[in-house]
């Protein structure tokens, strides 16, 4: 039986790919069979011809995933806007039998799959006849899910809006990861504080800027993923 995680974020760019990226490398170089999955992505880069995943490539190059980037997710778009945009633009919709199809490919492969999300928690993947949010498919995959947030300034009310939304819509939150923390800068030391005391949630580990390893215990990593 594979076990599974998702990974989302408090909004974008807060570094949600370089820390899965690192999730699965953990696991990887701890002897475990982990793989990564992602349903859509938008912003791909065009290579020879070749439309690539660039947060595929991240995470297998960092991971050493010997798999094709565009073979790890089920929908990649060039035009980089909102996934529902793209795919309204590309005219290509994205359906979720073809994400349970795909998903159910990766439990056959890994026994730890880490399916990364697109954006923020509250991401539209569709809104023309049908309406399809990332909160939707982290149900449709029955995953528990891990929320990447900045150190930075501003992060708590991200980090409990994003938990609070996620609660609300029974989504089971197993941790946050912090990324871009500096141990040596007070604000980030009282965040990280003041979030754990806020959502009764453990940070899980902090990542700083150019980490190329997490802090964390593997056993203890492994220990938020559950059966799927």
């Given at each position: 039986?594979?076990?599974g995680i998702?990974?989302t974020?408090?909004?974008?760019?807060?570094?949600?790919?370089?820390?899965?990226?690192?999730?699965?490398?953990?696991?990887?170089?701890?002897?475990?069979?982990?793989?990564?999955?992602?349903a859509?992505?938008?912003?791909?880069?065009?290579?020879?011809?070749?439309?690539?995943?660039?947060d595929?490539?991240?995470?297998?190059d960092?991971?050493?995933?010997?798999?094709?980037?565009?073979d790890?997710?089920?929908?990649?778009?060039?035009?980089?806007?909102?996934?529902?945009?793209?795919?309204?633009?590309?005219?290509?919709?994205?359906?979720?039998?073809?994400?349970?199809?795909?998903?159910?490919?990766?439990?056959?492969q890994?026994?730890?799959?880490?399916?990364?999300?697109?954006?923020?928690?509250?991401c539209?993947?569709r809104?023309?006849?049908?309406?399809l949010?990332?909160?939707?498919?982290?149900?449709?995959?029955?995953?528990?899910?891990?929320?990447v947030a900045?150190?930075?300034?501003?992060?708590?009310?991200?980090?409990?809006?994003?938990?609070?939304?996620?609660?609300?819509?029974?989504?089971?939150?197993?941790?946050?990861i912090?990324?871009?923390?500096?141990?040596?800068?007070?604000?980030?030391?009282?965040?990280?504080?003041?979030?754990e005391?806020?959502?009764?949630?453990p940070?899980?580990?902090?990542?700083?800027?150019?980490?190329?390893?997490l802090?964390?215990?593997?056993?203890?990593?492994?220990?938020?993923?559950k059966?799927?």
């Open positions: 039986m594979s076990k998702f990974i974020a408090t909004g974008t760019d807060v570094g949600k790919t370089y820390v899965t990226s690192l999730i699965v490398k953990l696991l990887r170089q701890s002897g475990m069979n982990a793989g990564y999955y992602k859509a992505l938008s912003g791909a880069d065009v290579v020879d011809g070749e439309l690539i995943p660039g595929c490539k991240v995470v297998a960092t991971a050493g995933l010997a798999v094709r980037p565009q790890m997710v089920s929908y990649i778009y060039k035009t980089a806007v909102s996934p529902h945009l793209a795919a309204q633009i590309e005219k290509q919709p994205i359906e979720t039998d073809v994400i349970l199809a795909d998903f159910a490919k990766a439990k056959q890994y026994d730890y799959i880490t399916v990364e999300g697109s954006g923020g928690i509250i539209p993947l809104l023309d006849e049908k309406e949010m990332l909160i939707d498919i982290i149900k449709l995959l029955k995953l528990d899910i891990i929320v900045s150190a930075e300034l501003g992060t708590i009310n991200s980090v409990v809006l994003t938990i609070d939304y996620a609660r609300s819509k029974e989504i089971l939150v197993k941790g946050i912090l990324n871009k923390y500096d141990n040596g800068n007070f604000l980030h030391r009282d965040n990280k504080k003041s979030i005391r806020l959502t009764g949630l940070v899980i580990t902090c990542v700083a800027n150019n980490d190329e390893n802090t964390l215990d593997a056993k203890i990593l492994c220990e938020c993923y059966e799927v």
